[in-house]
């Protein structure tokens, strides 16, 4: 039998993501809704032999759900990374057959977003719903739309088109039969492995991912030393999924804290610079108010009044400019440290909110001990500051 072969699934909800993981699989594991909503709301795992492969399927939430906030989404892709590590074999893109919008470019860049440029090199496009073709060949249908052309060459030309409802068993047609196509794209999908010289595509979020799998199988082997493999992997990726979601929760709270207790920090350091630079926008202001008053004197005044007042302005201009843009670095360095502090507060969290909890409690800590040592500088350049006692 071929190596197991992992695929992840995706595609915009309703374009039969589901109907397609059950055709290649030649029955019905996956669940199947007919309404408007994503009949996919959580991620599935599958594993079948098919034309002597072992095949596991991930069937993934529609991009851009009809009734899911995003961030229920980012759970599910991050089930599918958990499930797919260390990485899938290959992607398969599902569009249906009709016409390539705006819509649906949205959702080759959210792919795109979310697995980088890399997983072209590891994709097919599937088309579904095949009759639309009207008796052309997929090549054709695609040749017609420039962005899906594109789309097709990223993906090495690779392309197949099923139709979940018509092709079932077609014997007089064999372009026009799912099973003629499922073998044609299986050994597309053989084709991909072999050109990336029987890897799968990783990054190295996978690759910690399965770390943590392997020590995860590691313990439960270790407690529970009778149960099968398959059965310690499952559990493994259970336990992984939840403690990485945990820690997740974790990052994303430190984040937005670090970022917002950052400018806080940067109001710290302000208060410190302005010690210095107060005494100077006096003058400046001063120096202001005397052209100002120039101009309204004397005539031949009036030109280097005008341009003092232009220079003073322009001056107080890229002050604010350079405080908004170290408002702007502190946040983004705040975010950065924040976001660390929360994967570390995290651990040994239960749920979610725990370790949102741990997090805000960690981030707080830390951002106020850098509040209390800037109040030290401010209160030390005070005293050194002030003129020695003339004895």
């Not at 569009?95 to 890399?118: G, M, P």
């Not at 207790?261 to 006096?282: E, Q, R, S, W």
């Amino acid at each position: 039998m071929v190596s197991d072969r992992r695929i992840v699934i995706l595609g915009k909800t309703g374009v039969g993501k589901s109907s397609l993981a059950n055709t290649i699989f030649g029955e019905k594991p996956f669940k199947i809704d007919d309404t408007a909503n994503s009949g996919t709301t959580a991620c599935q795992v599958e594993t079948r032999s098919v034309n002597e492969r072992s095949i596991t399927l991930v069937d993934t939430p529609g991009f851009f759900d009809t009734d899911r906030p995003e961030e229920e989404l980012k759970r599910e892709i991050v089930r599918c990374i958990t499930e797919c590590a260390p990485g899938p074999h290959a992607f398969l893109i599902v569009l249906k057959v009709e016409k390539f919008t705006e819509q649906e470019q949205a959702v080759i860049n959210e792919i795109h977003q979310y697995f980088s440029e890399e997983v072209f090199k590891y994709a097919t496009v599937v088309f579904t719903y095949g009759e639309q073709l009207k008796g052309r060949k997929i090549e054709e249908f695609v040749r017609q739309n420039k962005s899906l052309s594109d789309l097709v060459n990223k993906c090495g030309g690779r392309c197949h088109v099923i139709d979940n409802e018509y092709w079932k068993d077609n014997p007089k047609d064999e372009y026009r039969s799912n099973k003629y196509q499922v073998e044609k794209l299986l050994n597309t999908i053989d084709e991909i492995t072999k050109a990336n010289n029987g890897g799968c595509y990783t990054n190295e979020m996978l690759q910690v991912v399965q770390e943590i799998i392997e020590e995860k199988k590691k313990h439960i082997r270790e407690s529970s030393g009778n149960m099968s493999e398959e059965e310690n992997t499952r559990q493994a990726k259970d336990r992984a999924f939840k403690e990485i979601w945990i820690r997740l929760a974790g990052v994303a709270t430190g984040a937005v804290l670090g970022a917002i207790f950052g400018v806080v920090v940067m109001g710290g350091v302000v208060v410190l610079a302005l010690k210095k630079i107060l005494p100077v926008a006096k003058t400046l202001q001063a120096a202001k108010e005397a052209a100002a008053a120039a101009g309204a004197g004397e005539t031949a005044a009036g030109p280097v009044a005008a341009a003092t007042r232009a220079a003073v302005e322009g001056g107080q201009r890229a002050t604010r400019k350079t405080l908004i843009s170290i408002a702007g670095l502190f946040a983004a360095m705040g975010a950065v440290v924040g976001g660390y502090t929360g994967y570390h507060a995290a651990e040994g969290a239960d749920t979610p909110w725990e370790a949102v909890k741990m997090t805000t409690a960690a981030v707080k800590k830390r951002a106020w001990s850098i509040v209390s040592t800037i109040d030290g500088v401010v209160a030390y350049f005070n005293v050194f500051s002030k003129p020695p006692d003339s004895k």
